[in-house]
RNA sequence: GUCCCGGUAGCUCAGCAGGAUAGAGCAUCGGAUUCCUAAUCCGAAGGUCGUGGGUUCAAAUCCCGCCCGGGACACCA
């Protein structure tokens, strides 16, 4: 829709142009403030050439009122172009909003470590790539979700340790644990199950913890897939950081090449601070051993060989130090930093009933994903995440998504859908019918909700190119109030515009699915 | 100390590539149901946009200083 008005626009104007939404309905559907960019340029004043402005669109099918006010140019689409739109929707429903972007793009989220349950953080995160991925790929880009695993290094060991010292204790042995070791339960019930799995002579001897690591990593990582799997999020590909290592050889020979790395102190650093980073950063140790990092470099070396036109990593606000130094990283290993993007995800803090939510007994210190999606439902968890920008920090109250009223957005949005399919339902008129029937004579109300029904395809465009999808979520409310009040004012069935206000539903019925099976929630025919 | 994020209505947050009278939801108060789902709607009330400067026709929005809150500053991942 805004995509042929700023082609008329151009046409008839000869410029580009700006639509804004005004901010009061009076003033039309759009509005742009050109005329003040070109007073300066033509040294008039805006209100002059606004009117002109305004006369060259006389004619124009598209609008039914051009109207100058102080500078402004007021745009009031008109019926039959609104009408056409509509149509254009309902007769092809799964094309709507959909694009041409065209870009090749990796997204990397979650990327959890393999030694827990997945916590609250990290919902937040793997909703939103999620979403970002759905909507991404319905404007034309192919896209591939990727989950990282952190399967080496320390962690790894600490988890095999850890399962092996709970796995002592169930015995009945005398264990001393060390200050640093995975103390939730979660780790009792691995080594349970552990001590069913391997023979109880192999934990007499500590050769059994890398068995126990590689074992309880797997069980770990079964456990996560699958809680994302509840929320409906499934990855096209894992990469193990144990794997990479191999290609470590070869990256470290590109980073000798290019003047990237020294040795200081029996260490290798990698130059990150001639890239912005605070400082230089060791990448393997005086033992030999690389650090996080250096998989990271491989990881991030053999992605842009993968040649995306884009990789977006979200990340936990926690890691933000750490972007400077994956980037000169990248920019060491010839590849252009800037094509990486990092959405950050700020941390969660849950209430219940206004006090902090009760920790999980079973999790030790944290929330667990797990817990929450029993408590809420996958689609609510889903919800609440994508309603908050990103980089905002987020506290809220489970008590109100329990609630099935108008303080719980998604039954909201919901409800909406299902009143609307109830009343098609009752009538008498196929889809078909529906849809072809012609809007015309419509009242202010019906004309507006329909235009807003319209502007789901701007709104995913905006959301997902500026990675902020609490803009789908703010509109699907805003759409659904504005239904909801339509509803309640304008009696349907029987009424002599029956036909026209059923199509008008059904248009904003299909944003509503639209727009909810983006955030990746099947909207509701009935409740 | 350095870096990142935030500070807008009682609460949770939009708005911020400058633009028309600062918005929504919740909570509060008052109303609406012989009628397609009241899981809804209508109305009221509620604001020094953290603070002090600057930029200009125009600043919640851009720049600088300061204050407050959260987070990060590993050879851990």
Redesign the pocket.
């Known amino acids: 829709m805004k995509e042929a008005i700023t082609s008329e626009l151009k046409q008839r104007w000869g410029y580009e142009v700006v639509l804004?939404k005004?901010?009061?309905k009076?003033?039309?559907h759009y509005?742009t403030?050109i005329a003040?960019?070109l007073a300066k340029e033509k040294r008039k004043a805006p209100h002059l050439i606004a009117q002109e402005l305004a006369q060259l669109l006389d004619n124009s099918p598209l609008f039914e009122k051009v109207e100058p006010?102080?500078g402004?140019v007021?745009l009031k689409l008109s019926e039959t172009f609104l009408d056409q739109l509509a149509t254009q929707a309902l007769k092809k429903p799964q094309e709507f909003g959909k694009a041409n972007l065209n870009q090749n793009l990796l997204i990397e989220f979650v990327s959890a470590?393999p030694?827990g349950p997945l916590h609250i953080g990290h919902a937040r995160g793997a909703v939103i790539g999620d979403a970002l991925s759905r909507i991404g790929k319905h404007l034309g880009n192919k896209i591939t979700k990727e989950y990282y695993i952190?399967?080496?290094?320390?962690?790894?060991e600490l988890l095999g340790l850890s399962i092996f010292l709970f796995a002592r204790e169930i015995l009945g042995k005398e264990v001393t644990f060390p200050e640093e070791y995975y103390r939730g339960e979660y780790v009792r019930e691995l080594a349970k199950e552990a001590l069913e799995v391997f023979p109880k002579e192999e934990f007499e001897k500590e050769e059994i913890i890398p068995k126990l690591s590689e074992w309880g990593k797997e069980k770990m990582m079964e456990r996560i897939v699958s809680t994302l799997k509840e929320v409906g999020i499934e990855f096209d590909s894992f990469v193990s950081?144990k794997e990479l290592y191999r290609y470590w050889d070869e990256v470290f020979e590109l980073l000798k090449a290019n003047g990237a790395v020294y040795e200081k102190?029996g260490?290798i650093w990698l130059k990150s601070s001639e890239y912005g980073d605070?400082k230089d950063?060791?990448v393997v140790?005086?033992d030999k051993?690389p650090?996080?990092?250096a998989?990271d470099i491989i990881y991030h070396y053999l992605k842009f060989k993968r040649g995306y036109d884009r990789y977006i990593n979200i990340w936990g606000?926690?890691?933000?130090?750490?972007i400077a130094r994956v980037k000169a990283a990248i920019k060491f290993l010839g590849f252009d930093p800037d094509k990486l993007e990092i959405v950050?995800a700020?941390?969660v803090s849950l209430l219940k009933g206004g006090e902090p939510y009760k920790m999980s007994k079973r999790a030790g210190n944290f929330i667990l994903m797990e817990d929450v999606i029993k408590e809420i439902g996958a689609d609510a968890l889903r919800f609440m995440f994508l309603?908050?920008?990103s980089?905002?920090?987020?506290?809220?109250d489970i008590e109100?998504l329990k609630?099935?009223?108008?303080?719980n957005?998604i039954?909201?949005i919901?409800?909406a859908h299902?009143?609307i399919?109830?009343?098609v339902e009752?009538s008498n008129f196929s889809y078909d019918e529906i849809v072809e029937v012609e809007l015309k004579g419509l009242n202010e109300e019906a004309k507006s909700l329909l235009f807003n029904a319209l502007t789901l395809p701007e709104v995913l465009q905006?959301a997902f190119i500026k990675r902020?999808i609490?803009?789908v979520t703010?509109y699907l409310?805003?759409l659904?109030?504005q239904f909801?009040?339509f509803?309640?004012?304008?009696?349907?069935?029987?009424?002599e515009f029956e036909k026209q206000y059923l199509k008008l539903f059904l248009t904003v019925a299909l944003a509503i699915r639209v727009g909810l099976a983006l955030l990746g929630i099947e909207a509701?025919?009935?409740?």
């Not at 952190?150 to 790894?156: K, P, S, Y």
């Not at 609630?403 to 303080?407: A, G, L, Q, T, Y």
């Open positions: 804004e005004p901010k009061d009076k003033f039309g509005a403030p003040f960019t006010i102080k402004y007021n470590n030694t952190n399967d080496a290094g320390r962690q790894i950081e102190d260490k605070e950063r060791v140790r005086e051993r650090t996080y990092l998989g606000a926690d890691h933000h130090g750490y950050l700020q941390m309603t908050k920008k980089d905002t920090h987020l506290e809220f109100m609630k099935e009223d108008s303080s957005p039954y909201y919901n409800y299902a009143r399919n109830s009343v009752k905006e902020e609490q803009k703010d409310k805003a659904s109030a909801h009040s509803y309640n004012q304008h009696k349907v069935l029987g009424s509701k025919k009935r409740m």
